[in-house]
């Protein structure tokens, strides 16, 4: 089933190249929407794609980032819109 879900992740994760390997993880797993760094040192992402494969991108944003570290991530889920062609990086 295909779901959306905003992310707002928290911790070390700016210039670290957080937003760079989210992109090449989403991209890979047929996710679109985007990776954002917030005015509060936050990375915001925005994914779209079918259930499981947001969920290994969580779980790889979780486990997976070399450089960063992330202490917090906040997950917010809704109904599928459709609204991305590809994967953007802000």
Do not use: C, P
């Not at 700016?14 to 990776?35: D, N, P």
């Not at 509060?40 to 450089?67: C, M, P, Q, Y």
Request: without cysteine; neutral net charge; proline residues 0%.
């Amino acid at each position: 089933m295909k779901k959306t879900v905003h992310l707002r992740i928290t911790g070390h994760v700016q210039g670290v190249g957080l937003r760079y390997s989210v992109y090449q993880k989403a991209t890979s797993l047929g996710i679109t929407g985007y990776a954002e760094n917030l005015y509060d040192g936050s990375v915001e992402v925005v994914a779209e794609g079918d259930e499981e494969s947001i969920k290994e991108l969580i779980h790889f944003i979780k486990t997976g980032l070399r450089w960063a570290r992330v202490d917090n991530v906040e997950e917010r889920w809704s109904e599928y819109k459709g609204q991305y062609k590809d994967f953007r990086i802000y």
